[in-house]
């Protein structure tokens, strides 16, 4: 556990997805955390939500692929997707060695701004990820 990485500044989701502001108030990234990419394993595939894309918080918009298993991508928050990582089609091992950085998956345009404010900080995150054995 100690080894996992939870990156303060970041909200967290119960389905193990980080969320990031940026320089933009209205726009966040998306990705898996540290705790599920070593839960999945290595990851081979990743089916990202498409440019334009409506997510909707709650629900799948799309699916990450390991060598031990597939799991849906949860949307932590709602609103339209403004950006996807092309990179992780050549490259989805970057999920694995680099979840808070070159393995981001997509970022929203936020329908609901409070949605963030909702979401785990990395202490209550930490707690979770340990509640279930990490």
């Given amino acids: 556990m100690t080894d996992l ?3 303060d500044g970041l909200r967290y989701s119960a389905e193990h997805e980080w969320v990031a502001r940026t ?8 990705g898996v955390t540290d ?11 990743v089916d990202a939500p498409e440019l334009g894309d409506s997510v909707t918080a709650g629900e799948s918009c799309g ?7 597939v799991s849906d991508l949860i949307a932590p928050v709602s609103g339209e997707v403004v950006a996807v990582n092309e990179s992780l089609e050549d490259a989805p091992e970057s999920i694995n060695s680099s979840p808070y950085g070159d ?15 909702a979401l785990m900080d990395a202490p209550a995150y930490r707690a979770a990820a340990e509640s279930e054995g990490a």
Wanted: charged share 30%; glycine share 4%.
């Fill in 63 to 69: 699916e990450v692929e390991s060598t031990k298993s």
């Fill in 5 to 7: 990485n939870f990156p």
């Fill in 35 to 45: 705790f599920a990419q070593d839960s999945l394993g290595d990851v081979v595939y």
């Fill in 103 to 117: 393995g981001w998956i997509y970022d929203v345009r936020l329908s609901d701004p409070a949605e963030v404010d």
């Fill in 23 to 30: 320089d933009d108030d209205s726009v966040v990234r998306v």
